[in-house]
Each structure stands twice: as C-alpha cells, then as structure tokens.
C-alpha cells in the first residue's frame, strides 16, 4: 500500500466519524423557530394561556431521538412549567408524534399559566430533554416570547357594588277593612241588628281613627249587591235601592267629617255566588259550577239551578243569604314619616324607629359616616335582623376592608342565610382567587338586584368576555369597558368609559389602552396624562405595559412616563 493510498483510507475513514458524529447529535434551535400566539401573552380571566408552533428544520430530528417539549414562564427569579410535548423520530417504536428527518416538521405546545403577581414581566421559553438510543442529549432551551398583556387583570371587586340588604320600607302604607250589612230576601232596610253588629262597629271604629290620627288618611266604597236570584230588573232596583240605603246610613254616621264616599251596586253577584260555591261543602257543588260555565245568560243560569232543585234547596239556606249584602270598604292610608323626619329622629332617637325605618334612613345619607352609624343603630336595636350586619359588611368592601368585610357578612349569615351575603362573599372569594367558591357563592345569590355585576365579574375571571358584556347589561363601568376591549369592541368600550357615572384614573388609563389598540397617539398620550395626573403609579404601569409597547419609543410617550 503506498503512502497515497493510506492517505486516502485515513481521510475517508475521519470523515466516516465526523459524519456519525453530527449525526448522532441534535443541533441547538433557535427563537426564530417558534411561532407564538399570542404574542405578547395575554391574561385571559386567571390564566395566561395559548400555544408555540415549533417548526423543526430538515435533518435535524435523528431517527432515534426522543425529545420533551416543556413550555417554561420565567418571572421574578422564579418560573413555572406548563404540560411536556414529546416528539419522536421515525425509528423509535412509540405513540409520541414521529418528526420525519428527511422533511422536518412542526410540533404545536400548547401552555395555560396560572397568573400569579410579576408575571407582567416575564419570558417564555421552550425547554428540552432528550435521547438518542438513549443516550442523554444536551439542548439548549430558547426564548421565544417576552412580557404579558394585564389588562383583564385591572377588573377587580372594587368596581362591583356589593349587594345591599334591602328595608321594606314604605312611605304610605295602605290598609282595607271590610264589613257587610246583610238584608233580608227581597228587601232594601237596613235592620238596626245589622247596624250593631261587632265587625260593624270595629269597622266604624277604624273609620273614625283614621280619620282623627294626624298621619292617616280614609276613604270609604259602598258596593250593594242582590243575590242572583228572581227576576233581573227586580234585582236592579232592588240593589240599587240597597246602595242608597246604605249611603243614606253612613251618611248619618259621618256627620261632618270629611270622608270621601264611593258607593256602587251590583244587580246579581253571580261571581260571589261562583266564590261561595267553590269554598262550600255542598255535594253537588260541581254540578252547579258546570251550569254557570255553559249558560252565561243569567236568567238561563236560574232557570236551570232552579231546576236542580235538591240542590237549590241547599242554595237558599247557605249561599244566596251571603249574597244580599252591602260590603262596607275602608281604604286606610297611613302616612309615614317625612325623610327630614327620619334623619330628625335617627339623630336624636334612633329607638323611635323601625327596623325598617332605620334601614331605609342610611340610604338617604351620602357618606359612608352616617350610614356606618346608622346601621350600627340597628345592630343594637334589632340585633336579629341580618340586614344592617350585611350592609356594615359592604361599607368595609367598599373601603378594601376585606378581613372586616369578611366577619360581618358572616355574622349576617349566621343570623339568617341570604342571597345579599352570599353575593358579598363571592366576591371576597374572586379577590383572594378562589374561583370554584365564587361559582358556588354566587349561584345562590341570582335573585339580588346587582347580581348581574358579580355574575360578569366571575366571567371575566373565567375569561368569557362575551358572557360577561351580556351580565354587566347596560350599565356603563371599567369592568365592562375591560371585557369590550378583550373582545375586541372597541367603539363599545369607547363609549362605554365615555358614559362612566364617576370616572377615575383607571377610566382615563383604559380609554389610553383603547386609543393604543386603535393607533390613536394623540388620545393615548392625553387619557395617559389624565390618569397618571390621577394616580402617579399609573406612569410605572404604563412603562411596562405591553399595550403601549408600539409607542414605547415616541417621544411624548418617553416624557409622560419618566
């Protein structure tokens, strides 16, 4: 062999080696392979979810190799993992996904973080372990997305009322009270025994309070009535003539006073004969109840109950006498006290006042003082009823006195559990990231008027924005603006933080994150001003917000927020 020819063999048999040996290998990847979506990551509800398609190049998966894909959230000098993908290549006999080595291929990783504080600063990264034939297989893992949209994270409890327990109260409440002169068949007097009667005399009685307490108002309905029997023009007159007897005697008995009367007549009450009938225990009753259904003409009507006469017999004992009558109506209106007043006696003698009185005077107040006192009134007044326990509960809501909160709601609960409670509590339970409490507290809690508010909170939370819209109703505030610019409405949301009953800082910084997803940089950089003039740590926020990131750059946005 000559020193030519074992040149050759060393040559070839080297690059034989060199060759393995980068096939043996699985060459580092880079950022550019990845595909993100979303990009940048985007709180969705309490989660910061999506996927990474991985493109693979041409020979770089080996035959032999086993990889595991993790996606890895890095944040604070601390990070988290999401679910492995494994791929594989074609020669290992397993159920991964096969990557061919000869056409590459792509691999989709799909991640969904648990949002925990500081992750609006963070990195995405893809992180590998593999094999080939088993042996370890060093990868480098890449970087692929950088940084977190939060803004569903600024929809919070304190843009939700807490529900109130309500106060029954009624300014005028109104009373009616009843009494019946009865007649005999066929006539019209008004007998003396009737007169003395004891409801008759009650009835007179409540007639003349009302109409001597300062803070009652009375007025009086006659309605006369014939029985429905006999002949029908007969029973015209003969009621007629009923109501004016009956007007005639309370006329008497009201003297001078003042009292408004209404008196009408009825010829034949065949709906209370229907009433009287149902509720009676006469046998054939139905039989009787069949007549008046088929033969509206009342004349028809008697006819045939006449001709059932083992029952009319029956009729005429227990019914018809109920019938010839003239019910006595007193309308009470009794006047309740003035707001002036109640806010007059809660100063000076809140144990003056009902329960309800009390719990309706704290809505009159403006400031959170006097209806904290109020309600602490009617803690020590009425120490069983629930409400004011409830309501001194969502005073420490409003305050961000959650502990507070927290231990009234459940002493009203403890006294009496309520829909207004549990609302209140699952808000507290979406504060502290407790969402499977939250669904359960606020599915008791439906029937309270600002359910709808908590409701759309607990979508947002669950990322269903567009639920969420359709909770809030038509009701302008931040939180429902949020869920608009999530879904991409932003006219609506627009509008929206332009109808906000009492707009703040975060009012101003959304209407700039609206302006930023809508190219607007003049709008952007005047409600940025507005809210950071509002709340200085809106300027922090908005340097390390990734909706401004496209103007990050541009001077005005660099002064506003140094």
Known sequence: MTYRNLLKITTALLLAVLVSSCACRLKPLNGSAAQVDPNPLTLVGTQIPGQVRLTLPAKWCHKRAIVNITPQLRYAGTSVTGQTVTIQGENVRDNYQTISYERGGSVIVPFAFEYKPGMEQS???????????????????????????????????????????????????????????????????????????????????????????????????????????????????????????????????????????????????WDGFQKLLEASNIQDKELVLRVLSMYPDPEDREREIRNLSHVFTQLADEILPELRRSRLNANVRIIGKSDDELKMFMAQRPGRLTIEEILYTATLYDNAKDQMNAYQQATQLYPKDYRAYNNIGTLYLAQGNYEQAANYFAKAQKIQPNAASNMNEALLALNRGDLAEAQRLMGSAVEVPEAGQGIGLLQMHEGKYADAIRSFGNTPSNTLAIAQIMQGQYADATRTLAAVAQPNGETAYLKAVVAARTNDLQALISNLRSAIAQDRSYALRAQRDLEFAAFSQTPEFVALVK
């Not at 409440?173 to 009494?179: F, G, L, P, V």
């Not at 008004?190 to 003395?196: F, P, Q, S, T, Y």
């Not at 003539?241 to 009408?264: F, M």
């Open 123 to 269: 990195d995405l990264y893809l992180t590998f372990t593999a094999t080939i034939k088993g042996k370890k297989v060093n990868l480098p893992a890449i970087k692929v997305a950088r940084g977190t949209i939060m803004t569903a994270g600024l929809a919070s409890i304190s843009d939700v009322t807490p529900a109130l327990a309500r106060d029954a109260f009624q300014r005028v409440i109104k009373e009616q009270y009843t009494a019946d002169l009865k007649f005999l068949i066929n006539r019209a007097e008004v007998r003396a025994a009737e007169l003395n009667k004891r409801e008759v005399k009650d009835w007179q009685d409540v007639v003349d309070n009302a109409y001597q307490v300062p803070n009652q108002e009375v007025d009086i309905e006659i309605q006369a009535y014939a029985s429905p029997d006999g002949a029908q023009d007969f029973n015209e007159r003969l009621s007629a003539q009923r109501e004016r007897n009956t007007s005639s005697v309370v006329a008497r008995q009201l003297g001078k006073k003042k009292i408004e009367v209404n008196a009408h007549y009825t010829a034949e009450d």
